[in-house]
C-alpha cells in the first residue's frame, strides 16, 4: 500500500463587500447573529477531500484570519462569488507573501478564471466533478494547475453530506442545505442556467434527511434555508419529496423552519403550496424583476407574462409564506414611468423586503454576450475592483439604452419610495391580514434560540434603534397581534429586517446621487464608469 501523505487545508470565506442587501448586520445583531448566512460550498467542498487530511475552516464574515492560522496550514482553499471577489483576491495575495499554497473555486472563479491567474490552483465548475483530480495531481507532487469539471455532468445524488461540524453553528441567523442545481428557464441575465444548467439536478430523499439529521444532531434548530437557485424547477421530484419533509418534520417535533427560492409559476399549483406550507417553509424569495410585460418577454423572462403577478403573491400569502422579491432598473425595453410602476407594484402587492438593484451583466451571461456584441459593455466589466460587485450601488456595467442620468433616477425614486418608515410600515400593514398562518404546523420552531426573545421585547428594541418607526411600527405590531396573532412573528421578523433596509437604502440613495452628480453632461449611449463606491 502507498504512503498517505497528510495535508492541512485551511478552507477561507472571503469578506463579501463591506455592505450589501444581504448582509442585515443590524437585525443580525439584534437576533444574537454574527452574518446571515453559513458557507455551503467551501463544507461541501471539505466533505470531498481525503478523511487523512485534516481541514479546518474560517469565515471572514463572522471572524478573524490570524498568522498562525496561516502558519498552520499547508494549502488554502478559497473562492466565492462576485461580490467576494476583492477580498479572494487579496487572499491569494496574502497566501503567496506568506509562500502558501492556494487553491481557487467557486462561482466567480469559474465564470472569470482569467481574474484568478496569480492562484496556483483553480478547480471550476461543481467540484463533486473534478476534485479528486485536484487531489491526485497534488498527491503526485504538482504545485499548479487548472482543473475543470465537465458541464452540468455532476450527479448530485453522489453529492457527500456537508461538513456543518466545521460551522460555529451559532454565528448565523439561518443554514443552509441544497436539494437541487439548475433551473429550466432563460432569463437572460442568468448565470444560474450557464453554471449548473437548464435541467434541474435533484439530491435523494434520504440524503436530504440525512443532512437534517446531522444538523439535528449537532443541536441546531430554528431557520434553514434551501439556496436553490428555483427549489421548483423540477416539481415531481420536489412533490415526493416533500410530504417525507413533512414527516421528518413531524417526528421531529418541528425543529426547522425552511426558506428558499422560486419561480412565481408556484403560484399555480394549490397542491404544491400546501405541501411547502406543511413541510414549514414561511418565506420565498420571487425574481419579479420588473412589472412590465414587455420588458419580462424582452429578459425571457416568460414565466412572470400572461399573469397577475400581484394575484400570484396573494395565493402565496394564503399559503401562510411571506415573499421577498427582485427587482431591477436599467433593462433595455423600459419606460419613463418604471420607477413609479415599481414603487407602485411593490406597494400593492404588500412585499416588505424588496431587493431592487440595478442591471448587472454577470460573467458569462446571454446579456454579457449580447451587450458585448453591440459594443456596449464595459471594459473591466467583471472586475470587481471597478464594479464593486453589489449591483445595489454599482451595476450597469455597460452603456445604457436611456440616458445614465435618467436611469438612475428611476431607480433613486424607487428606493426613495419604498423604503420610507411609513411606506414600509403600510406594507407590513396590509401583509399581515393576508398572512394565512392558520395552516402552517410551527410559528417557532421547537428549540430555536433565536425565538425566545418576546415579539413585543423585539419591537421595543427595533423602534429603539431607529425612532422613526415607533409610531407606525408599534401601530402594525398591536393590529396584527390582535387581528392575526400567528403572523406576528413574522411581521416582527420583517421589521427587524428595516433596521438594516431603511438606513441601507438611504446610504445607496446617497450614492447615486453621487453618480447622478458626475454624469449630466452624459448623453445616451455614454455611462459613466466609475469610481468603486464603497461604504
Ligand atoms: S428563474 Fe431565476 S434561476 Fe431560473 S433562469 Fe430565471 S433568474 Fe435564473
Given amino acids: 500500500m502507498g504512503l498517505k501523505l497528510a495535508c492541512r487545508v485551511l478552507l477561507i470565506y472571503p469578506r463579501f463587500v463591506s455592505e450589501t442587501f444581504w448582509n442585515f448586520a443590524e437585525a443580525c445583531e439584534l437576533m444574537g447573529a454574527r452574518y446571515p448566512a453559513a458557507p455551503l460550498g467551501l463544507i461541501t467542498v471539505a466533505a470531498m477531500l481525503p478523511p487523512h487530511w485534516e481541514v479546518r475552516l474560517v469565515d471572514r464574515n463572522t471572524e478573524d484570519l490570524t498568522e498562525a492560522d496561516l502558519a498552520w496550514a499547508d494549502m488554502i482553499m478559497t473562492g466565492g462569488m462576485l ?66 469539471a465537465p458541464k452540468f455532468q455532476v450527479d448530485v445524488t453522489k453529492s457527500p453530506m456537508p461538513r456543518f461540524d466545521l460551522l460555529n453553528l451559532e454565528y448565523y441567523l439561518y443554514i443552509g442545505v441544497q436539494y437541487s442545481r439548475g433551473c429550466p428557464f432563460t432569463c437572460e441575465f442568468c448565470d444560474i442556467i450557464e453554471l449548473y444548467g437548464r435541467l434541474p439536478r435533484t439530491k435523494t430523499t434520504l440524503q436530504i434527511l440525512a443532512e437534517l439529521d446531522r444538523l439535528y444532531a449537532l443541536g441546531y434548530r430554528g431557520h434553514v434555508d434551501f439556496v436553490d437557485d428555483n427549489l ?114 411593490i406597494d400593492l402587492s404588500a412585499i416588505p423586503v424588496a431587493m431592487v438593484g440595478l442591471l448587472y451583466a454577470l460573467p458569462n451571461t446571454r446579456l454579457t454576450r449580447r451587450l458585448a456584441k453591440e459594443g456596449r459593455l464595459h471594459a473591466n466589466h467583471d472586475i470587481a475592483a471597478t464594479t464593486g460587485g453589489d449591483q445595489c450601488t454599482t451595476g450597469l456595467n455597460f452603456d445604457t439604452l436611456r440616458p445614465l442620468g435618467a436611469v438612475l433616477e428611476d431607480y433613486k425614486r424607487v428606493l426613495d419610495t419604498i423604503y420610507q418608515p411609513a411606506a414600509y ?56 397581534a390582535r387581528e392575526n396573532p400567528n403572523a406576528t412573528r413574522i411581521i416582527v421578523g420583517l421589521m427587524a429586517m428595516y433596521l438594516h433596509l431603511g438606513p441601507f437604502s438611504r446610504r445607496v440613495i446617497a450614492e447615486i446621487d453621487r453618480r447622478i452628480a458626475a454624469t449630466p453632461l452624459l448623453s445616451p449611449g455614454q455611462s459613466y464608469q466609475g469610481p468603486h463606491f464603497s461604504f
Fill in 232 to 345: 421548483i424547477g423540477n416539481k415531481k421530484a420536489l412533490k415526493q419529496f416533500l410530504p417525507k419533509l413533512k414527516e421528518w418534520q413531524q417526528e421531529h417535533d418541528y425543529p426547522f423552519e425552511f426558506s428558499t427560492e422560486a419561480s412565481v409559476n408556484l403560484a399555480d399549483d394549490d397542491e404544491l403550496l400546501h405541501m411547502m406550507r406543511d413541510a414549514n417553509f414561511f418565506a420565498l424569495f420571487i425574481g419579479i424583476e420588473s412589472p412590465d410585460p414587455e420588458t419580462l418577454v424582452a429578459m425571457s423572462k416568460k414565466q412572470n407574462t400572461r399573469r397577475n403577478l400581484v394575484e400570484s403573491i396573494g395565493k402565496i400569502y394564503q399559503a401562510g409564506m411571506f415573499v421577498t422579491a427582485g427587482f431591477i432598473v436599467g433593462f433595455d425595453s423600459e419606460k419613463t414611468d418604471v420607477g413609479d410602476s415599481i414603487a407602485h407594484f
Fill in 425 to 480: 410600515a403600510a406594507r407590513l400593514q396590509r401583509l399581515a391580514p393576508l398572512l394565512d398562518r392558520s395552516g402552517s404546523p410551527r410559528s417557532v420552531p421547537t428549540g430555536d434560540l433565536r425565538g425566545r426573545v418576546g415579539a413585543m421585547e423585539l419591537v421595543h428594541r427595533i423602534v429603539s434603534a431607529l425612532p422613526e418607526t415607533r409610531e407606525p411600527f408599534w401601530r402594525v405590531f398591536t393590529s396584527c
Fill in 83 to 148: 461580490p467576494q471577489q476583492a477580498d479572494t483576491l487579496a487572499l491569494i495575495e496574502l497566501c503567496r507573501r506568506n509562500d502558501r499554497p492556494v487553491v481557487v473555486g467557486g462561482p466567480d472563479a469559474t465564470s472569470s478564471p482569467h481574474i484568478y491567474k496569480q492562484a496556483d490552483f483553480r478547480v471550476l465548475g461543481e467540484a463533486e466533478g473534478v476534485l479528486s483530480d485536484f487531489v491526485a495531481a497534488w498527491d503526485a507532487g504538482k504545485r499548479d494547475g487548472t482543473f475543470t
